[in-house]
T-cell receptor
Framework: DSGVTQTPKHLITATGQRVTLRCSPR?????VYWYQQSLDQGLQFLIH???????AKGNILERFSAQQFPDLHSELNLSSLELGDSALYFC??????????????FGPGTRLTVL | GEDVEQSLFLSVREGDSSVINCTYT??????LYWYKQEPGAGLQLLTY?????DMKQDQRLTVLLNKKDKHLSLRIADTQTGDSAIYFC????????????FGGGTRLMVKP
């Protein structure tokens, strides 16, 4: 158990809908990262938050957004869902906000299926 | 640009050593990581190596880094059936906003 929790575990929804994925980092970790894992794209970095502020963006679509709250949990919002958004979404946390040694601990993931 | 590559599949017999290879392209990588993903689970951090090191050993795991060739390997000694999983290498780049760039993963199958 990494100490990172994600809810829900599974999510099935229809195209055009909007969903929210939730992540609670390990106790004391200030950084939260979101990744998308799909068969064709592999594991792709989406976005990084540190202590409530956005630090870096990766291959995140404009239809997707995230935020980190004062209690450090984070939410990833996916809207206007398309079939291709079906994937595993992972959250990871780390104590580091800086560039050096950045061990990230992953949650169990949310499996999103868009029908 | 950043690109991390791994072979797709490796099959070994129980008790043998497994060697999983990875190549990366970004010479400014500071840390390189190995993660393990079991079916239906998240990624578990196994070990990491700092880019100024050549080797790191951690129990049954040995990481070798050839910085000149940008080649990283993970050796698992005395491989067990419980080691069957997908193994990902990842590079952390000093100036890239702390994101990790992952390889496509190597599926390790351990036969009894």
């Amino acid at each position: 158990d990494s100490g990172v929790t994600q809810t829900p575990k599974h999510l099935i929804t229809a195209t055009g809908q909007r969903v929210t994925l939730r992540c609670s980092p390990r106790s004391g970790d200030l950084s939260v990262y979101w990744y998308q894992q799909s068969l064709d794209q592999g594991l792709q970095f989406l976005i990084h938050y540190y202590n409530g502020e956005e630090r870096a963006k990766g291959n995140i679509l404009e239809r997707f957004s995230a935020q980190q709250f004062p209690d450090l949990h984070s939410e990833l919002n996916l809207s206007s869902l398309e079939l291709g958004d079906s994937a595993l979404y992972f959250c990871a946390s780390s104590s580091s906000g800086g560039a050096y040694r950045n061990e990230q601990f992953f949650g169990p993931g949310t499996r999103l299926t868009v029908l | 640009g950043e690109d991390v590559e791994q072979s797709l599949f490796l099959s070994v017999r129980e008790g043998d050593s497994s060697v999983i290879n990875c190549t990366y392209t970004d010479s400014s990588s500071t840390y390189l990581y190995w993660y393990k993903q079991e079916p239906g689970a998240g990624l578990q951090l196994l070990t990491y190596i700092f880019s100024n090191m050549d080797m790191k050993q951690d129990q049954r795991l040995t990481v070798l880094l050839n910085k000149k060739d940008k080649h990283l390997s993970l050796r698992i000694a005395d491989t067990q059936t419980g080691d069957s999983a997908i193994y990902f290498c990842a590079e952390g780049v000093n100036n890239a906003g702390n994101m990790l760039t992952f390889g496509g993963g190597t599926r390790l199958m351990v036969k009894p």
